[in-house]
């Protein structure tokens, strides 16, 4: 089986904007009421660790787009 971690982060990406763009959104079931808490805590925690990878250096390289 081939390493897929080349589009790891770009598939994640994708599905992390849907999301968020239904982040109100009040038709849940239990089960993703609370995968969306859990989710909001892991987007804290990377962004809390990986702060450092949003470097001048690193978005000048790598511009958002």
């Known amino acids: 089986m ?9 598939n994640t990406l994708r599905d992390l ?12 079931s239990e089960s993703e009421f609370y995968a969306r808490r859990h989710m909001i805590e892991l ?13 001048e250096d690193f978005v000048e390289e790598y511009p958002e787009g």
């Open 17 to 28: 904007r849907d999301c968020y763009n239904n982040m109100d959104s009040d038709d849940l």
């Open 43 to 55: 987007c804290m925690s990377i962004a809390t660790e990986y702060v450092d990878l949003l470097s």
């Open 2 to 10: 081939a390493n897929m971690s080349y589009c790891r982060f770009e």
